[in-house]
């Protein structure tokens, strides 16, 4: 059983950074960020492969950052430059049966996936 514990999430206005974390019980496998805005589906943001490798959204491409901090356990995301089309709830995501792969490879399965492990959300509303 993997647990999501996710944090950082908040109000900014347009430019602004803010960082996300998810505090994960185990995680040396396939790891990603997905945000839902309201009215829409929920998309892919970013993705890490066991090896460090990294898969980013287009619209955040440059923008974010995804990392990992295995002494501590926590998945990260670094947001700036953030605008109001980036309000959502983030929600982490890890597959233990992802063992291995890059972060290219992870963010296709992440997306697919129906056994995904999910956190709670966490809300990012960013003003103009």
């Known amino acids: 059983q993997v647990q999501l514990v996710e944090s950082g999430g908040g109000s900014v206005q347009a430019g602004g950074s803010l960082r996300l974390s998810c505090a994960a019980s185990v995680y040396r496998f396939c790891m990603g960020w997905f945000r839902q805005a309201p009215g829409k589906e929920r998309e892919g943001v970013a993705a890490?492969?066991?090896?460090?490798?990294?898969k980013y959204a287009d619209s955040v491409k440059g923008r974010f950052t995804i990392s990992k901090d295995f002494a501590k356990n926590t998945l990260y995301l670094q947001m700036n430059s953030l605008a109001p089309e980036d309000t959502a709830v983030y929600y982490c995501?890890?597959?233990?049966?992802?063992?291995?792969?890059?972060?290219?490879?992870?963010?296709?399965?992440?997306?697919?996936?129906?056994?995904?492990?999910w956190g709670q959300g966490t809300q990012v509303t960013v003003s103009s």
């Open positions: 890490i492969g066991s090896d460090g490798s990294t």
């Open positions: 995501a890890a597959n233990p049966s992802l063992r291995g792969f890059s972060g290219g490879y992870c963010w296709t399965t992440l997306s697919a996936a129906a056994d995904n492990y």
